[in-house]
């Protein structure tokens, strides 16, 4: 009989059957591990522990790697290459004071940011490098500044709401947060450099994951067979799509598509973009009628989780009127939260989007309900393992 507690020993287990899983590359092997590693942790932990964890360890491992791609001590970690560098020329380098600096990378070691090799001597890991890239440091400076403060705040807000479920654009946590009553994207608008960021940060939240447009999850053939130049020359225009990444990737693995892509989104993110050969990028408000008519398909990626209820239908009803029956698609790319046991991925961009936009995740009865009562058919929802989102393929049951 095994000396570990049942539930250990089970949790165990499971690990070295899906790590087997793992190396034979089955799809979702890696999340399912990851999810029992962190049961392993919640069952091993005392309850002194989860507190040290949830409380000071996770709070100051963040607040450092925020100083830490602002003061470029990852980038230094990173050049010092395989031998690594000194808490001292670390110091001197971030032009930082050394007994900060030293407590700042032993904390950054024990909870596997970076590591230290010898005594004060410590060497990059392949996260501490991801972070001197422009589109993850955005990332760890737009969930500091940004989502965090929202977390932070949100037992205050809801105590003084009497814990209703927030559903104001103009009155939630974020707002309460930041002390403002603008929506958030128009906050984004007014205060930069936060409107970059997020946008950056947008093109990377998902980065290694498997995508719509990789093989085994959408097949690209239903847009391009039947694809007819004649009735519209544009393949898919990309709604709120932000900087064009999703356009990008799907060029990128899929070259030779017939047709034209474009993008579309507010004025004041289409005039940050340089000019890209791969799509063409116009400014339009999706709560008005879609102007470009009976494309192949509408792409709405991380659109609607936006919005309530009504705000959705209204979206949809602006597209409807430039599908052509029986030919243009909406493809909605958006998490569809499992009844039961829904992952971290999903349960984690719920509440972000409860603090951010006083918004939700769905079930795929309040997409299939939304879809409805917009006036669309779901002729499929197309899944991956291991990845949250799912692509709704949808067409216009009646005309409008
Ligand atoms: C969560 S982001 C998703 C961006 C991109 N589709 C992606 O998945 O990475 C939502 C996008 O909707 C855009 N947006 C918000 N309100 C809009 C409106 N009224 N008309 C057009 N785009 C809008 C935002 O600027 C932002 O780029």
Redesign the pocket.
Known sequence: MSALPLEVSTILNNISDVARSLEAKKPGARESLISLSQELITTLELPSEAIQRMGWASPARNAHCRIGVENGIFEHLKESGKQGASARALAEKAKADLPLIARMLKHLSSMHVIKEKAANVYASTPLSDALVEPKFKDGIIYTFDVASPSFASLPGYLKVTNYKNPTELTNGPFQYAHKTTLPF?AW?DQNPPYLSI??NY??A??AGKPTWCDPGFYPIEHLTAGFDSTSNPVLLV??????G??LQELCEKHGNLPGDLIL???E??IATLTPCTNFKAT?????TPQPILHARAYY????L??WGDEDCIK?LHNLTSALKKGYSKVLI?EIVVSEENASLAATSMDQLMLVLGAMKERTEGQWREILGKAGYKVLNIWKYPGVAESLIEAEAEVEI
């Open positions: 994207f984004l997020f946008n947008m093109s939240y998902r990309d709604v709120g799509g932000g900087l990444h999703d579309q989104d507010r004041e993110v400014a339009h408000d999706f709560f709405l990626h991380s659109v989780h936006d979206i790319n």
